[in-house]
């Protein structure tokens, strides 16, 4: 009664009520959570058809029957059902890239190119970083890389999609880059976690990451005297462990924080999503003025990769004018696929993952598979930039030793 009449529309117990929507928040995940994953809250590997399967290898339909006779007992293979006799497979990537090395049909990155280190970055909320950082890693392992995802956003949301954790009540303290980065950049191979995609792992974040900006910048907490820069610990972590690599993509939080800093300071490259309207596009032109700023402090910094991602296009006639307007600006640097905004995009996240997590539509098979293969669009445009990136490094590592050879 007395609530009633002091706060009506509020609550006179601000705290408790917060602690309420808390602890009912994070039981609802659980039993989402719990709904869609494995008895050992792991969440379950997809699994693609033989028809597909061939495919992602390289070999033809008849190649890949015998292949399964000559490797009957690979690890990854699901009786799904069966039809008669006939037992009908499916394969997690897990199978899909053992059979890409037997046959080495796999891509490689070649030799005497490096790992390449993509900060995922916007200043703005809510621009689709972390849908593009998780898709992106998920679709370099699809084609048979190596990545790994770092979170740098206290809200976990890229632990939560591509983990299945729950960051908040599953990930200790000790679990997330904290330590890492304020005592001990040798110790992040320790928190590295796999998760359900083979090739894809990740650093998980969860509110504990927040001390990174109360800590890295105080002289007393953050052993400058024994490990240098605090703004240069992620490019010193990072060093221990790219070469277990061939991408590694950092979800930067919508701030400047010295997580972000050091972000973008240890990348090799950046992926900017900015969706099709004026109050992002103009954020975006706030963010240039800053990253001016921090790249006119970082003398040497090159950027071997830049890419502005139009993300969340709802293809109406004000994004498309947008879009106009932003190619006719930006240029090459804006990638010729966009992301579209989609309702199974968002079907999928409402169920902790992304659609790369999605084996069978439970909808509508035409939407997914057009929002599938716009993902792709994108990703692939992404990956085929890195292999590119790749040939050429490899080629200029080759000239300076022929050259070394010839005057050594
Ligand atoms: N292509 C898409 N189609 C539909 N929904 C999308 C798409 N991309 C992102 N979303 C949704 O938009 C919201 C914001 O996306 P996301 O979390 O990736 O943005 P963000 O830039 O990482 O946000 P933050 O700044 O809070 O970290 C999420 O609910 C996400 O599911
Ligand atoms: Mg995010």
Known sequence: MLEQAIAPYGSDEPEKLMDKFYNAGNEMLLTLRNYITTPDNRKRSRTWGAIEAAQMIGVSNPTFRKLLEKYPTIPGVVIDKTEGDRKIKRFTLQAINMLRNYTNTGYQRPKRSKPLIIAISNLKGGVGKTETAVDLGKKIAIE?????????????????????LIPDLELKYEDTITNVLV????????????????????????LAIQDCDLLLPNERENNQATLGSPYLRLTKALNGVKENYDVILIDCGPNLGILTLNAIIACDGMVIPIPPSMSDYSSFIMYTATLRNLFKNLSNKKLEYLRILISKHNGNNEALQMENMMREQFGRYILSNHMCETVEVSKAANEIGTIYDVSRPRGSREAYRRAIQHLDDVNIEIINHFKEIWSRQADKAKQLEVEGTVNG
Do not use: C, W
């Not at 048979?144 to 299945?164: E, H, K, N, P, Y």
């Not at 005592?183 to 894809?200: E, Q, R, V």
């Open 144 to 164: 048979g890389l190596r990545a790994l995802l770092l979170d740098f956003d206290a809200q976990g949301t890229a632990t939560l999609i591509s983990s299945g």
């Open 183 to 206: 005592s001990n950049p040798d110790n992040l191979k320790d928190i590295i976690l796999k998760t359900h995609f083979d090739g894809f792992e990740i650093v998980p974040a969860n």
